[in-house]
């Protein structure tokens, strides 16, 4: 039997008939860029995570980009960070200028420890940046805690967790900024790339906007006038269906182009409707593997802390022979993943930071002991026991 780790083609099958209605209206409305389908969007996502503002963006690379650019970070600065996460994590602070200062993991959460922030703030250390990695919420409790004792910002990379909640709230509504992902293999993906910010502060999400067009028109220069104080109270002139602006070609600010399509916003808008129910049916896959993983010797299981809801972005199990397991489940035909096989502070885009092996241990054990299984809401339950049976076989 096969069983991929990701069958994006099986999830298009239930939604196939409602998005490519969806995609071809917009294609012939011939509105391609902006425009009600986006605003519908970002509406309706603001709304899902429980926030004031959705603002979105080219890819989740970008949301943490323009969110660093917007809270003002720049060379000479520090963002405290997880060393076990995607690499656009730290290097979307370095991108901006500033230095990505690496924390140590929770052995069992795989999230940044909160209890070794505090020892890496210094007088340059301008925010925390924690990851839900894989879907689980990070201790946002103790970290914003912190940041406020220390008066940092924080932004949430909420790219693997869409949906997840801790004590009743959305992950992305916890700090100053969110950052999601679209990309086509997250919880919630587009047919290409895509991301968002959110945020519950007005003057932040204006500049937001700003950053993501060009710094123009009206946002560009409400931005400025928050950003630098110069004014220029330029009128809402913007004609009724939204297609005629005389500031358009006005820019107040060097900033980027980064959009979501209108199309990716149209089959988002379809997709956020499954998300609860794609994100239930991970979690019963979650329990079935630690219902017939966690008693095997060998395998230590991940574990959600009390009162979070984790989205299982990923299903990633410890054992201390994870490459003859990968290999042995592709000789099975079971793919697997090994994410991450580098602690960011260990690779070599960030070798000038001097980092050494043995500087953050958990992370680097993680890195050679965990394996992702298939973990998508399309698994039938032939596929899941299979999946456990070659597990044992491996073992036993
Ligand atoms: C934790 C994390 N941060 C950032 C990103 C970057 O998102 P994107 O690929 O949409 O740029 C991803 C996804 O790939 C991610 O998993």
Redesign the pocket.
Known sequence: MEVKILDLARQYEKIQEKVEQAVCEQMRSGMYIGGKAVADFEKKFADYVGVKHAISVN??????VIALKALGIKDGDEVITTPF?????AE?IAIVGATPVFVDVDEETYNIDPDKIEEKITDRTKAILP???FGQPVDMERINEIARRHNLAVIE?A??AVGAETGGRKTGSLGKAG?F???P??NLGAFG???MITTDDDNFAIICRAFKEHGMAQNGAKARYILHGVEDDLADTVSPDGLYNPYKYYNYLIAYNSRLDAIQARALDIKLDYLDAFNSRRAEIAAFYEKELSGLSGVITPKVKEGLKAVW?QYAFRCEKKDEMGNFLASKGVSSAAFYPVPLHLQKAFEYLGYQEGDLPIAEKLTKQTVCLPIFPELNEEELQYVVACIREFFA
Request: aromatic share 14%.
């Open positions: 890819s989740g690379t970008d949301a943490l996460t995607f690499f656009a994590t979307t990851v839900h990695i990379d790219c693997q950052c992902s679209f990309f293999t997250k790339d895509g991301g972005h």
